[in-house]
């Protein structure tokens, strides 16, 4: 079976940075998305990560340790804006290449 | 590019009767397409992956007899909600992905509410 794991709520300053955790506990395991929804709205990507290491992408990176299990979002510079759920998937390597997602965190950003 | 369409966004319909929720591809072929349920302040659930041509394979749990899923083509799946009863109230989110590649691309999602 698979199991996500990510804080389900978090708060944060504008300006600030923040990292949002995820651990799993998966077989079968390809790479890691993370997706940014706003509520009512679709998730719209991130990130997609599949080697150990950060990937930088402007305000937001990825860092994922498959030997751990584990990977984090880091938002610098945050805004008004970034305040949304951010949800952590584990997609696995079957033809499919189907994904199970975390609960997501729900960020508050904060004036 | 890799825009997915979900029609209707909202739909309101009676307990017992059926609804279909449909979801294009509108710029590329999609070999996969995945139907997720989401529950308020929860994440995706997948119910289903639908292989074009294919019958869909269902996650644990899915009944396949009560939520329909048809890939007639490689840019249209649709999910019927059959006998609709107010515990299937729910967003229903679509995805697409073209083979190869490991992006799945989201519908905006359709909210159904059963009365």
């Known amino acids: 079976g698979q199991n996500i794991d990510q804080p389900t709520e978090m708060t944060a300053t504008e300006g600030a940075i923040v990292q949002i955790n995820c651990t799993y506990q998966?077989?079968?395991?390809?790479?890691l998305f993370w997706y940014q929804q706003h509520a009512g709205e679709a998730p719209t990507f991130l990130s997609y990560?599949?080697?150990?290491g950060l990937e930088e992408k402007g305000r937001f990176s990825s860092f994922l340790s498959r030997s751990k299990g584990y990977s984090y979002l880091l938002l610098k510079e945050l805004q008004m804006k970034d305040s949304a759920s951010y949800l952590c998937?584990?997609?696995?390597?079957?033809?499919?290449?189907?994904?199970?997602f975390g609960d997501g965190t729900t960020l508050t950003v904060k004036p | 590019g890799a825009v997915v369409s979900q029609h209707p966004s909202r739909v309101i319909c009676k307990s017992g009767t059926s609804v279909k929720i449909e979801c294009r591809s509108l710029?590329?072929?999609?070999?996969?397409m995945f139907w997720y349920r989401q529950f308020p302040k929860k994440s995706l659930m997948l119910m289903a992956t639908?292989?074009?041509?294919?019958?869909?394979?269902?996650e644990q749990g899915v009944e396949k007899d009560k939520f329909l899923i048809n890939h007639a083509s490689l840019t249209l799946s649709t999910l019927t909600v059959t006998s609709a009863h107010p515990e299937d109230s729910s967003f229903y989110i679509c995805s697409a992905r073209s083979g190869g590649e490991y992006e799945q691309y989201f519908g905006p999602g359709t909210r159904l509410t059963v009365t």
């Open positions: 710029d590329f072929q999609a070999t996969t």
């Open positions: 998937a584990v997609s696995m390597n079957t033809n499919a290449g189907k994904s199970t």
């Open positions: 998966t077989s079968g395991f390809n790479g």
């Open positions: 990560n599949v080697l150990d």
């Open positions: 639908s292989n074009e041509g294919s019958k869909a394979t269902y």
